[in-house]
């Protein structure tokens, strides 16, 4: 694994260890807790006054992340039995301990308004506005996070449903309804006979298949249609659901991992390591359908960020990636994956051949026509073919293949020197399942977002402190 020299004065795993008032005070100092209290406050003044210190329970679920606290009660417990943990979340005496259906209510106020993104948002922005976030380089990768509840498909029971009378059929009939798992999908439409379909009945078959198309959801159509989708309306159709993932071994040696729960995606700021946005779903959902998300929300929300590069594995080795990422005015930087036979006269980074089988250097890329330059090789300086088969320089438009091109090219040594700066989205992921308990949760559906919406918060909200705290240490030693 690469590793990225850090010019900190004061690290992560500093801040985490300093003192405990001091640490949360640096933290907690930074959170837009009003903007929060707005979104959950009770809007009507009718009904039973609230008797419970919100403030105090937010503050609890940020610092229950920092101190690694995985269940709600166990976040209870130190709250009833610790006095000095209760005042660290600013509950005073006569407040009373709030109970599990409390914080329940709480998690399902901040689903329903969405707050912690919005929030998740500002501190984004206030980052960017100071200089923390260049976004000039982002990394975009996906991780799993273990689901505590049990596979319900090993839980499935066959029913035999016998033919005596109409009311027992009925009965077994909603039995075995209610014992499904998944929701009936459309049929897709099929011909009695092969072949090409004749021209009288073309029409009527493409309405068929139109009428189809439509009626499934954006994570149920080729990923190329996500495209020309919102990202409001692929959110709306986004699985939320626990599924079964699956991820090959990256060291190469033939075994799949498989987990039951979901599957997160962030994109991360290579040079600060902040997390910019990401998105949680169902495990079974691809990574290119995730990238497609991030990149749209990328483009709607901080349009104002300079990405001149998006770098990502070979998971995300796609098409409608590359377009996406061209569509913020990016350039992709994503390993191939070759699925068809090279095509003559390239390499496997397709970078063209001279006639000695020698591949062409990459030379620079030009921004005003968007092409790559790739000059001869140094050893057709002393080839007596060099005139004849071996031209001197090839250009080749990004756009006209974006998949195949890059810039830097692959191969070169400006590729690999940059696509190094990939691991800072892997360092986020072990920070994230080290020191925030993102590894698994015990939550369902939504309120597993708010879980995960939480962890991405609080690692968001201790790297703005730590900056803040650098930027004082500067600011007091050049003063001195």
Not at 81 to 101: G, H, N, V
Not at 470 to 475: G, H
Request: a positive charge; charged letters at 30%; hydrophobic letters at 35%.
């Amino acid at each position: 694994m690469y590793n990225i020299q850090q010019g900190e004065l004061f690290s992560f795993e500093e801040l985490l260890g300093m003192s405990v008032e001091q640490k949360y005070a640096a933290i907690l100092e930074h959170l837009p807790m009003e903007r929060i209290l707005r979104s959950v406050a009770k809007k009507s003044i009718l009904g039973r006054a609230e008797s419970l210190n919100t403030r105090a329970m937010v503050y609890s679920l940020i610092i229950g992340k920092i101190e690694r606290i995985r269940y709600t009660k166990d976040l209870i417990g130190r709250l009833r039995t610790q006095t000095e943990f209760r005042k660290m979340c600013r509950f005073t005496d006569s407040d009373r301990i709030p109970s599990e259906a409390a914080y329940s209510r709480l998690a399902k106020k901040l689903e329903q308004t969405g707050v912690l993104q919005s929030v998740m948002d500002i501190l984004v922005d206030r980052a960017i506005a100071v200089g923390w976030i260049s976004g000039n380089v982002l990394a975009m990768d996906g991780s799993h996070i273990e689901c505590f509840d049990r596979n319900p498909h090993l839980d499935k029971k066959k029913i035999a449903v016998p033919a005596t009378d109409s009311t027992s059929n009925d009965q077994s009939q909603s039995l075995v309804a209610t014992e499904s798992f998944t929701t009936a999908k459309p049929s897709k439409p099929k011909r009695s006979k092969r072949g090409r379909v004749p021209k009288a009945e073309e029409a009527a078959w493409q309405q068929q298949l139109q009428a189809y198309k439509a009626s499934l959801s954006w994570f149920e159509r080729d990923v190329a249609d996500m495209l020309d989708a919102s990202y409001d309306e692929l959110i709306r159709d986004m699985p939320i659901a626990p599924g079964i993932g699956a991820k090959g071994d990256v060291r190469g040696k033939g075994t799949t991992k498989y987990w039951y729960g979901y599957r997160y995606h962030a994109m991360v700021d290579t040079s600060s390591q902040y997390i910019v946005t990401g998105e949680i779903c169902s495990a079974n959902v691809s990574e290119q359908r995730l990238a497609i998300v991030m990149l749209k929300r990328i483009k709607e929300r901080f349009s104002a960020l300079k990405i001149s590069h998006v770098l990502a594995d070979k998971g995300y080795d796609s098409e409608p990636v590359y377009q996406q990422i061209r569509r913020l005015g990016s350039l992709p930087l994503i390993p191939l994956i070759h699925r068809s036979p090279l095509p003559e006269g390239v390499d496997r980074y397709f970078r063209p051949l001279c006639g000695q089988g020698h591949p062409y250097q990459y030379d620079s890329y030009d921004a005003k026509r968007k092409t790559v330059k790739y000059t001869r090789p140094k050893e057709c300086k002393t080839c007596s073919l060099a005139g004849e088969k071996c031209q001197r320089v090839y250009k080749f438009r990004i756009d006209e293949d974006v998949r195949r091109y890059s810039a830097p090219g692959r191969g070169s040594k400006k590729f690999a020197e940059l696509f190094k700066q990939r691991v800072a989205v892997e360092r986020v992921f072990a920070y994230l399942k080290l020191y925030f308990n993102l590894d698994m949760t015990r939550k369902l559906k939504k309120r597993a977002f708010v879980d995960y919406h939480l962890s991405c918060l609080t690692y968001n909200l201790c790297k703005y402190s730590l900056d803040h705290l650098n930027r004082s240490i500067r600011e007091l030693n050049h003063v001195a």
